[in-house]
Structures are given as C-alpha cells and as structure tokens.
C-alpha cells in the first residue's frame, strides 16, 4: 500500500461524527471532491489537522469513505494497513468462536462490518460455505491481503472448519446480484455449486446463492429466533406474516405450535418454504398452512373470518409493492395493526420488526407504541442484532434490525 496519502477536507459535522465512534463520510460539499483513484485518504479538519484514515470508496453513491484508522501517525497505519486487517479478522473470528455457535447452527457471522473495524465487510460462515459480502468497493481491491487474512484466521480459531467454498458478493445499493467464487491462497477446487443446505437450531434449510439478492435465510435473524423461542414454546397458533421461504414457520412447527399460517406475496418464496418442510421430515407438515397473497388483504379476511391466534410475527421489507401500492415498513404497519391486534388471543404477543438502517429507533419505538395503545397493545419485549452480529456505539445506522413484542390487553 502506498504511503503517499492524499489529504481530504472534511465536513465540519462528519468530523463531530468521527469522533463520537461514527464511521461514515456520506455524500456532500466536501466528500464529492475526494479523489477517484486513491484506496486511502487522510481526512482532515479546517486547520488541515489529520482527523481519520479513510478507506476511499468514489464508486459508491452515498457512503464515499469509511473510517479505518484514528490512530496517529496515520502513515505508519497505512504501512500496517495489512497488519492490522489481519489483526481485526482474528478478534473478530476469535470473538464468534468463544460464542460457540456452532453448537446450535451452521450459519452466523465472523464479521458484522463497522461493529468489528472491518469497515463495509460482513463474513457468513454457511455450513462448508464462506459468503463475503463486501459494501465498499475497497475490498475488491485488496482482496489478496483479505483472502491470506481469513485463512490465518480459520487456521487459528476454528482450523476443523475451514469453508471448502468461498462465494464474494458485491453488494450495492441497486441491488444487482454479483457473485463469484474465490479460492483461499494456495487451494483450487471445482466450481462449487451455489445450492446447498445447512442447519439452524436442528432445522434444515436449503440456501440458493446468487438467484436473488438474498438466498433464503436471513443470518442475522438466527439470533432473534432463539431468543424468540419462549414466546413460540407458550403458543399454540402462529400467524408469519411475510414469511418469505419460512424460516420462523419452521422455528414454529419445531417448537410444537399446532397451527402455524404463512403468508406471503411471492409463489417463489412460498414453493421454497415447501422445499424446507420437505428437508425436515420431523415437522408436523399437517400444522402448517401457507396463503399466496398480500398481508393486508389476507389480514383482512383472517378478520372476517374471526380466526385468532397466541402468536403473530410481522417482518415486512423496508420497502413492499403488493401489486397495487409501494409502501414504507413504518407505513405497513400504520394500515396492519389494527387487523393484527384483532387477530390476536387476549395475552397474545406480536412481533415486529423493522429492518433499516434508514429509521432509527426512537422512532420506530415512539410510533409503534402510539399504534400499540390505539390496539390494546402494550410493547412487553425489545429485540436487537445480538450474539454474532454487533453493535457499534455512535453508529445508529448499524443497528438496522430493530424489533418490538407487544402484548394484547395486559
Ligand atoms: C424481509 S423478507 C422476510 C424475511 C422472513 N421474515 C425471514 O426471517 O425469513 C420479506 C418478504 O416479504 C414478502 N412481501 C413483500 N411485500 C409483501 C406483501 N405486501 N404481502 C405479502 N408478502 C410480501 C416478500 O416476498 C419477502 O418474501
């Protein structure tokens, strides 16, 4: 890595940002100007004092630099630039091991991006698979360093299991699928097939790289539903709104829920949670009941038709078209929760979720209460990212998964 570091002004408030944990330099008067070449640049202040070592990322529409280093002299951070990635790619490996995931499932993380100094940067473990999902076009440009970096870290914490495949995905904000195969150093295999199955919490799941933007199991999740798994024990009908190709449906069916009901807008995703339930010939199939169609409808006629449940969990996507309307996760809930809460049995719980870092969640607390009172719904239970997947102090936009249980008429 070249010494030769070029010096950006920076935004008075960027600076402010910086300095209280924040990672990001977003898109405005200064950052524009950053250069189009350079991997890292030095951002400075008004006086041209040195502020952060940048890792320059022009391509991206938004977030134009991420922090890489606070520590002075910054020059000598570049020279260690390798150094150092290594270094965070141990703790971070080193931190997932302690948490010995691998008891309850095969999919977690390795590294959560900012929360773990690894800037854009987010490391799936899936089964034998290894998925790099890269938000900053940074990475692509060192990936050797990154790739000598991550099978240091294997060698070191979890040599038994290092991934016989490695799949990089870039990820953006158009949400273009670009997946391709990589190879640790020194190691060739065939072309991996990007179908493959894993457990989560003895559950089985078949997982499809590269098809859709996501592959049908949402990693950061895994940590919620065990946390959730008390309120599926209690409850005997489940409503998954949303399902998707049903990981919480199946979460319930194994907790013995007698009538699990999923729905969702996609035949796609509906035909997938098929292709699940027939991997765990365990679950009661007979329990569970799958409609094609968009919530608030079917909502609707749930209503009409008086059913009930003890358990309702809602994840809409940050943003949902249903054929006739695109509309805001804040927004699905403004016109759901009404029939939600009638659907549910007196002491029934609710969950929702809220996954975007463009809510923070005071607001997404303050207005989902307000929804909540006018329902007879009071929030009992408040669910984070946790376990594998961190936070970051000073970097709200981190903490994107944010989830709230209500509970009706206590
Ligand atoms: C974020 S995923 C849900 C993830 C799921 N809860 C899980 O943890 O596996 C969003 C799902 O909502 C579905 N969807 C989007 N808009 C919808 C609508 N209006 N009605 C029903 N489903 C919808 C999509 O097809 C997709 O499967």
Redesign the pocket.
């Known amino acids: 890595m070249s010494a030769k570091l070029i010096r950006v002004p920076l935004h008075p408030d960027t600076i402010k940002y910086i300095r209280k944990g924040h990672p990001w330099v977003t898109l405005d008067r200064f950052s524009k100007e950053f250069p189009k070449k350079d991997l890292m640049v030095l951002g400075t202040g008004k006086a041209g004092e040195p502020v952060a070592l940048l890792l320059n990322d022009p391509k991206h529409k938004n977030i134009k630099a991420r922090v890489w280093s606070l520590k002075q002299p910054f020059n000598e951070q570049v020279h260690l630039f390798k150094t150092t990635l290594f270094e965070r790619l141990e703790k971070a490996f080193n931190k997932r091991t302690k948490m010995n995931l691998l008891e309850e499932r095969q999919n977690f993380y390795l590294a959560f991006g900012e929360a773990d100094l690894l800037p854009g940067l987010f490391i799936q473990y899936l089964n034998d698979h290894l998925l790099i999902q890269v938000y900053a076009g940074f990475w692509r440009r060192v990936e050797k360093e990154l790739m000598e970096g991550i099978a240091k870290a294997f060698h070191q914490f979890l040599p038994a299991n290092t991934p016989k495949h490695i799949w990089i995905q870039e990820r953006n904000l158009d949400q273009r699928i670009k997946l391709r195969s990589v190879f640790l150093p020194g190691k060739k295999a065939p072309k991996p097939d990007p179908h493959f199955q894993l457990e989560e919490f003895g559950i089985r799941y078949q997982l499809k790289l590269g098809g859709q933007y996501d592959f049908g199991l949402?990693t950061d999740?895994a940590a919620q539903r065990k946390v959730l798994s008390p309120y599926f024990s209690e409850a005997k009908s489940v409503l998954n709104l949303?399902?998707?190709?049903g990981?919480?449906s199946l979460f319930a069916l194994s907790q013995k829920c007698e009538r699990v009901v999923s729905?969702?807008?996609?035949e796609h995703?509906l035909n997938w949670l098929e292709e699940n339930l027939e991997l765990n010939p365990d679950l009661e199939r007979k329990n569970h009941q799958s409609i094609l169609g968009?919530?608030a409808e079917v909502l609707e006629s749930k209503v009409k038709h008086k059913k009930k449940f003890d358990l309702i969990i809602c994840?809409?996507?940050s943003a949902?078209?249903?054929g006739k309307q695109t509309l805001r996760a804040l927004q699905t809930y403004e016109k759901t929760m009404k029939n939600m809460a009638t659907l549910l049995e007196d002491g029934g719980k609710l969950v929702c979720f809220l996954?975007t870092h463009r809510v923070i969640w005071k607001k997404f607390h303050d207005q989902m209460e307000e929804l909540g009172k006018k329902n007879q719904l009071k929030i009992v239970d408040k669910l984070k990212l946790s376990a594998d997947c961190l936070g970051k102090g000073g970097f709200p936009e981190g903490d994107y998964l944010k989830g709230l249980v209500f509970q009706k008429n206590v």
Not at 242 to 245: G, L, P, S
């Open positions: 949402y999740m949303y399902a998707y190709t990981a919480y729905i969702d807008l996609s995703y968009p919530v994840d809409p996507p949902s078209h249903d996954n």
